[in-house]
Structure formats: structure tokens, C-alpha cells
């Protein structure tokens, strides 16, 4: 199994910055994506930022230019680097892990999430 636990979130005034990371831990070898995704308030999930083990990256267009997703294989670490925050950016923010399905074996893909932390920005 594979565990994600979320840090760094908090309140922060528009403008400022906040890491976001979330450690993986369990059957890691398993994984092949993580990434990140937010729940406003009141509204739907969405996809922040996505990166492959070989660190290809995804981002939503509302965050491109001022997020940046990286991952640190060694540590089993995924981290969102959020800048030039606004507060629409105010969100639940979740960790997800993705495991590929094995075919000859019949195990389906899977997504593990981790508990989200809370990102609040406003003045």
C-alpha cells in the first residue's frame, strides 16, 4: 500500500508564496505519476500539476507560470511550489499517486490520495 501525507499549507496574503509537499511511503516502486489537486469551495476537484517519475511535467493553465511541481525520487517527496498566490487559488489541496494497472496479472489502476491541507489566501 502506499501512504501520502500533505504539508505546508496555510493562510497567506495575495502575492506571497507557499511549498506544498507530500511524502510517500509504502509500495513507492509501484508509483508512476503524482501530483497535485484542489477543491475550492463550492465547487469541483481539479488538477493543479502532475510529474512522472522521469519528471515530465502537466499544469492547469490557471497556474502555469506561477506553480511549479517537482519531486525529489530519493526522498519519495512530491512538492508544489506556489507563487504570486491569489485568492482564488484558495483550495483543499490533495497529494495523488497513481498506480499503473498490470495487465498479465489482471491489477487494475489505482489512485492513492492523501488527506489534503488547507491553502487560504487573502488580505
Known amino acids: 500500500q502506499v501512504q501520502l501525507v500533505e504539508s505546508g499549507g496555510g493562510l497567506a496574503q495575495p502575492g506571497a508564496s507557499l511549498t506544498l509537499s507530500c511524502a510517500a511511503s509504502g509500495s513507492i516502486r509501484s508509483i508512476n505519476a503524482m501530483g497535485w489537486y484542489r477543491q475550492p469551495p463550492g465547487k469541483e476537484r481539479e488538477l493543479v500539476a502532475t510529474i512522472t517519475r522521469d519528471y515530465s511535467t502537466n499544469y492547469a493553465d490557471s497556474v502555469k507560470g506561477r506553480f511549479t511541481i517537482s519531486r525529489d525520487n530519493a526522498k519519495n517527496t512530491v512538492y508544489l511550489q506556489m507563487n504570486s498566490l491569489k485568492p482564488e487559488d484558495t483550495a483543499v489541496y490533495y497529494c495523488?499517486?497513481?498506480?499503473?494497472?498490470?495487465?498479465?496479472?489482471?491489477?487494475?489502476?489505482?489512485?492513492?490520495w492523501g488527506q489534503g491541507t488547507q491553502v487560504t489566501v487573502s488580505s
Open positions: 495523488n499517486a497513481h498506480r499503473p494497472g498490470s495487465g498479465w496479472s489482471g491489477v487494475p489502476d489505482y489512485d492513492y
